[in-house]
């Protein structure tokens, strides 16, 4: 494997990270849309602490996190059905039914 150690602040928080080197960029812009989240949670909201804003951002993510993978389970069921449906007919066809 080829880790690095990066450097991280989220929420005026650092953290040490030990990573792949090809999800480096990733890893930076994640932490990009975490801070401009929590920015625009802090701007919009009326929040005690960091502590509230990151259980936003959390909340936030995980439910498109969750709205991705029901629609990426949907398209591969509208898949396999298609596939099921093109090899049927393939094989009529070859059959010569």
């Not at 494997?1 to 960029?25: G, P, S």
């Not at 709205?67 to 049927?88: G, H, M, P, T, Y």
């Amino acid at each position: 494997m080829n880790n690095i150690l990066i450097t991280v602040r989220v929420a005026d928080r650092e953290y040490r990270l030990n990573i792949e080197r090809e999800k480096e960029e990733l890893v930076r812009e994640a932490v990009k849309r975490i801070n401009e989240t929590i920015k625009r949670y802090a701007e919009n909201y009326d929040f005690k602490d960091k502590q509230d804003l990151l259980a936003m951002v959390v909340l936030q993510n995980t439910i498109k996190a969750m709205e991705l993978d029901l629609q990426v389970s949907f398209q591969q069921n509208q898949l396999a059905s298609k596939l099921i449906e093109i090899d049927r007919l393939l094989t009529e066809s070859l059959s010569g039914k």
